[in-house]
């Protein structure tokens, strides 16, 4: 099977290719136009600043080419982030392939710590034979490390809470997102992450 992970100015990406690794899979780290229109999937992971990235991806107009992807792919994290319409971040316009925002978290309690770091309990809305939640039941733990959210809306296929709920995880067309991050998650984000590369 062939694989990409897109390349740009992200951090966290290793953690990716060893999360694919030990699935037996041996991706391509690429921000050549032409080998993610051919691969077979494509993932979207990352850590960083909205701006920044969006800047880096229009520079070398993977905005166009990742918008026109039709094979399936997986966005983790900022990159869940910046398949959305806009950020509150550095107020970027993003990808738009979901029509809404991501906005940041406002800790209305002491206890309430940004960036929300940790493991969280997931519910999942969209459990179905092909998806990427297949044969995980209702709810799992999983990991997350982030500062912006994306409000529940009607692409939300799993939600956790944090200050408030939030949209855990995407699903539109050929595009599936995780707000958290599926490499760093154990059994349950192996899972994940077969049920995606089986799809």
Same mark, same amino acid.
């Given at each position: 099977?062939?694989?990409a992970i897109v390349k740009y100015n992200a951090g966290n990406i290793r953690s990716v290719v060893n999360g694919l690794n030990r699935l037996g899979i041996e991706p391509l780290l690429t921000?050549?136009?032409?080998?993610?229109?051919?691969a077979d999937k494509v993932l979207f992971p990352g850590q960083g600043e909205a701006a920044t990235a969006m800047h880096y991806l229009r520079e070398h107009h993977l905005d166009e080419?990742? &918008?026109n992807l039709t094979q399936p792919v997986l966005g983790i994290?900022?990159?869940?982030? /910046? /398949?959305c319409k806009h950020s509150e971040e550095g107020d970027t316009d993003c990808l738009g392939i979901?029509?809404?925002d991501v906005r940041r978290f406002q800790p209305s309690r002491h206890e309430d710590k940004v960036p929300a770091m940790g493991w969280q309990d997931i519910s999942i809305r969209q459990n179905t034979e092909n998806g990427i939640f297949k044969d995980l039941g209702d709810s799992v733990y999983t990991y997350f490390v982030h500062s912006y959210y994306v409000p529940l809306? &009607?692409?939300t296929i799993a939600e956790a809470d944090?200050? /408030?709920p939030y949209s855990a995880a995407l699903h539109k067309d050929n595009f599936w997102t995780t707000q958290f991050h599926p490499e760093k998650s154990?059994?349950?984000g192996a899972r994940i992450l077969k049920n995606f590369l089986a799809l």
């Open positions: 099977m062939n694989v921000d050549d136009a032409d080998a993610l229109r051919k080419v990742i &918008k994290c900022i990159g869940q982030q /910046l /398949l979901f029509d809404t809306c &009607k692409w944090y200050i /408030l154990g059994d349950v």
